[in-house]
């Protein structure tokens, strides 16, 4: 059973950084592509970026340069760093996963077959 467990989620200042995490299990990474997404009160979810495997990353244009999408292969946990956050960044966190055998991830929600519950992310300015 697949499951995606988020953490990490708080309320922080602007300009600080933060990590979320997430636990996932049942199956196996190098067989998936994992994604993490955001969706702020009244908007649409949308992709932040997606992993393909230890180091194969793409981010959304308008993250790149301040979120890096990590995994942990020994504690199967998938992770986002979020530098120099800004208000705009308040949303709920997703990890998603999907299984995948191409070379590049899918990044619709569409595409994505499991779901964490979420971490909520609310930046202060």
């Known amino acids: 059973q697949v499951q995606l467990v988020e953490s990490g989620g708080g309320s922080v200042q602007a300009g600080r950084s933060l990590t979320l995490s997430c636990a996932f299990s049942?199956?196996?990474?190098?067989?998936?592509?994992m994604a993490w997404f955001r969706q702020a009160a009244g908007k649409e979810r949308e992709g932040v970026g997606v992993?393909?495997?230890?180091?194969?990353?793409s981010y959304a244009d308008s993250v790149k340069g301040r979120f890096t999408i990590s995994v942990d292969m020994n504690k199967n946990t998938l992770n986002l760093q979020i530098n120099t956050l800004e208000p705009e960044d308040t949303a709920m966190y997703y990890c998603?996963?999907?299984?995948?055998?191409?070379?590049?991830?899918?990044?619709?929600?569409?595409?994505?077959?499991?779901w964490g519950q979420g971490t909520q992310v609310t930046v202060s300015s």
């Open positions: 998603a996963a999907v299984p995948w055998h191409g070379d590049t991830c899918p990044t619709r929600v569409i595409d994505f077959d499991y």
């Open positions: 049942g199956f196996i990474f190098d067989n998936n592509c």
């Open positions: 992993i393909l495997s230890e180091r194969r990353t």
